[in-house]
């Protein structure tokens, strides 16, 4: 079964510090990996999208890196505001045959930054 | 910018009884999606919908849900007869085109069964 775990559960920062949030996925076959930002009540947002060729993105402060190998991703959030208090979600889409609109996402990281 | 835009934004409805949550895609896209979120619990894909057709659903999207696009602009989800256990975020996202590429979700449908 496709499964996306993430770690940590939460995590709460200072404003200004970096952090770094992890995911392992069993999603196969396995086509691109996505990082959301989502608020509270609202909808996802998204971050990154990175294919299985890709290695790292990057989308102002936020960096996404992915090995396809390993069925790793992280992001990383750099100079945390106040604004980036959210749920990370890592989200990944098989290819085609094995229905590539049927995105699996993972529970989040509710990353909560503070003064 | 365009959105996505859903309404209403929350829906109180009894046990067994009929709703139609709404959603206006990107105007320009071709995919649209729909998904859940019960209260706590991560987001949950529902079906996709291509060139006026179902191309893929879950498990979850049973007989008791059907979508259609009535019009060049709504995208609708009906659920004929709601359980307790319908109870959550319904989001609507689109994408211009398929499998590979970013998904714009709107702000959500917030459903409540009695």
């Known amino acids: 079964k496709n499964q996306v775990e993430q770690s940590p559960q939460s995590l709460i920062i200072l404003e200004g510090k970096n952090c770094t949030l992890q995911c392992n996925y069993t999603v196969s076959p396995f086509s691109n990996l996505r990082w959301y930002k989502q608020d509270t009540g609202r909808g996802p947002v998204s971050l990154t999208i990175m294919t299985f060729s890709e290695n790292t993105k990057s989308n102002g402060r936020y960096t996404a890196t992915l090995d396809a190998d390993t069925k790793q991703s992280s992001l990383h959030i750099t100079a945390s505001q106040l604004s980036d208090s959210a749920s990370y979600i890592c989200?990944?889409?098989?290819?085609?045959?094995?229905?590539?609109?049927?995105?699996?996402f993972g529970t989040g990281t509710q990353l909560k930054v503070e003064l | 910018e365009p959105e996505v835009t859903q309404t209403p934004s929350h829906q109180v409805t009894q046990m067994g009884q009929e709703v139609i949550l709404r959603c206006v895609p990107i105007?320009?896209?071709?995919?649209f999606y729909w998904y859940r979120q019960i209260l706590g619990q991560k987001v949950e894909f529902l079906v996709s919908?291509?060139?006026?057709?179902?191309?893929?659903k879950s498990e979850i999207f049973d007989d008791q849900f059907s979508v259609e696009r009535p019009d060049g602009s709504n995208f609708t989800l009906k659920i004929r007869s709601t359980k307790l256990e319908d109870s959550a975020m319904y989001f609507c996202a689109s994408s211009d085109l398929g499998t590979y590429y970013e998904q714009y979700f709107g702000p959500g449908t917030r459903l409540t069964v009695t």
């Open positions: 919908f291509y060139n006026n057709e179902i191309s893929e």
């Open positions: 105007s320009n896209h071709l995919y």
């Open positions: 989200v990944v889409s098989p290819d085609e045959s094995g229905g590539g609109n049927k995105l699996t």
